[in-house]
């Protein structure tokens, strides 16, 4: 028996060892994720993105003799705040200091009282030194209700951390493009929502707490970035000028940079450059993959993957899943020209993953000899 372990533990080592170096673009790894991630080396992945066992929300199939290895089934919701945030520990070691972790949550109703779950082991997580970069609200779009006295849930959490405030993002990658173009005519400069500066110029011009330099100042900004919408570099903007309309967030320069900006130079702008703009942290994405047919029923929607994996990894980089169920975040990965690893207790999820690869269309299979 003791002769087998060692031969599962060299072969892990293998796998992994294989994909770290390059030899393989994908690894799925049978195994108590705590135990295979002491194997792996430092700094060694990229980006990590996973969704672990909710607490008390599901029985997994697994051999009984990992039973208790598994997360979520603890009667003490500390417990298992615990038991996560020891699993994210190792992973901070094996994450590369300017890596990041993707981490989906769900809550849990335990005698009609919700739990708070996610913040449970976000808060925690921070206490132990992640820096939480990021609450993302998956907005399911759908969902089923059998409570009859509170409303319906169709969301959850994806929190974004990474270990220091240097690190990896790529925004270029996954920038929405403008759907609407500026419109320039001899006569016009109109930017992708209707603004001329026609208004701007006369609130400036009429403005009572303008001093003249200050007004000098905002017409020429204001022709200036006319100027940027007329060449290209723009498709919109908006104008705050002082003594016409508030500042976003406060008006308290102790705590807002536009409300200095507005105090220091009497104007600010907020612009939208033709390259496009960031996603917002509200994520509309229904939770349907061809894979849910099979027995695990709680399965990530690659398009909810695409957008971590293109910001937070670079090219060829290793995206691992400590929890990876049927492979979802591996075959995302694979798609997007990274290299993946997966560790599941679940020997019928490794299988399902492994086949889940290579009966992919795009030939993916083969770039694993």
Sequence with gaps: METNKKAEIIATVDLITDVIEGNRRFAFVFGDCLKVLSQMPDESIDCVITSPPYWKMREYEV??????????????????????????????????????LWL????????????GMPWRVAL?????????RGDIIWDQMKGTQSAKDRMRDVYEHIFHFVKTRNYYFDGEAIKIKPTKNAVITDTKTISATGVSGVKYREYIINS?????KEKENAINALDDVLNKVRNGELVDFRMTIRGQQRTYHSESTKVSGRAKELEDKGYFFIMMKSSGFLPSDIWRIVPEDKWRKDSHCAVFPEDLLFTPIKSTSRNDGIVLDPFSGTGSTVAAALKLGRRGIGIDLSENYIKVSENRIKSSSNGIYQLLF
Excluded: A, C
Excluded at 106 to 111: A, E, I, S, V
């Design 63 to 100: 051999n009984e003799n990992h039973y208790n290895t598994l997360i979520g089934v603890e009667n003490d919701p500390k417990d298992y705040v615990d038991h996560l945030v020891e699993i994210f520990n190792h992973v901070k070691r094996v994450l590369k200091s300017d890596g990041s």
């Design 124 to 132: 925690e997580m921070q206490d132990k030194g992640w820096v939480l």
């Design 104 to 115: 989906n949550i769900g809550d849990k109703f335990f005698n009609k009282n919700l739990m």
């Design 208 to 212: 009572d707490s303008l001093n003249e």
